[in-house]
């Protein structure tokens, strides 16, 4: 049953009370002028389920507390406890889902860059043939899918094996400068990145080509 008006403030005062606080001082915590917490605690001031929130949160106590008085609904260290773990697993929950959207861009990214590199490779001619839409029709017809699949399973394999070179630099660059908002270095460095190809790379793009560019 809930408790009445004036037993929900002798409940308040000897809260406060117990916890040394001074009733000016729990006035700021409660966000209140002194004069309105006074007459308050005195019966003078309706007391509004916002306050009682406000007041609960302040004494580390439910509000079910202060209403009905049962004392098993004082929050306790152990309940605290809880509730901060449960908001540590939605934490851990969001940031896992945010780690495995930035790997998924990443690996997706590395694929799209990776068949325009050996596209260029393979089309040297490219950019007159798109300027003359009469040799569009010969783009298709020097393409070869299956040399294009070979060229971009050798490169990652040199990838895997750290054996870039200066020819992948313009790959690399491609790969990593649109995608600097993120940043790509503390979660591989965390251990949330684990494709090889990307680290490798990302590690190549820090120590050679990032130092070319402060240069100017």
Do not use: C
């Not at 507390?65 to 901060?84: A, H, M, P, R």
């Not at 899918?145 to 060229?151: C, L, P, R």
């Not at 490169?155 to 790959?171: A, S």
């Amino acid at each position: 049953m809930i408790l009445s008006e004036y037993q929900i403030k002798e409940r308040i005062k000897t809260l406060r009370n117990a916890k040394g606080i001074k009733q000016a001082d729990f006035a700021k915590i409660v966000n209140v002028s002194q004069g309105a917490y006074s007459n308050l605690e005195g019966g003078n001031t309706e007391l509004t389920l916002d306050k009682v929130n406000r007041i609960a949160e302040a004494l580390d106590v439910n509000v079910e507390y202060l209403l009905f008085g049962n004392d098993e609904k004082i929050q306790t260290d152990t309940e605290k406890e809880s509730v901060i773990k449960e908001l540590e697993k939605e934490v851990q929950s969001i940031k896992k889902d945010f780690i495995s959207v930035i790997n998924s861009v990443l690996e997706n990214y590395l694929e799209v860059i990776l068949q325009g590199f050996v596209f260029r490779q393979q089309m040297p001619d490219l950019v007159p043939m798109l300027e003359d839409p009469n040799k569009w029709e010969n783009i298709i017809e020097s393409f070869n899918e299956d040399k294009m699949a070979i060229s971009i399973h050798k490169i990652k394999k040199d990838f895997k094996n750290n054996q870039i070179g200066t020819e992948h630099e313009f790959l690399i660059t491609s790969l990593f400068y649109p995608l600097s908002s993120i940043d790509i270095g503390f979660y591989i460095k965390e251990g949330y990145i684990k494709n090889i190809i990307i680290i490798n790379a990302f590690k190549y793009f820090e120590e050679k080509i990032l130092p070319q560019y402060s240069k100017f």
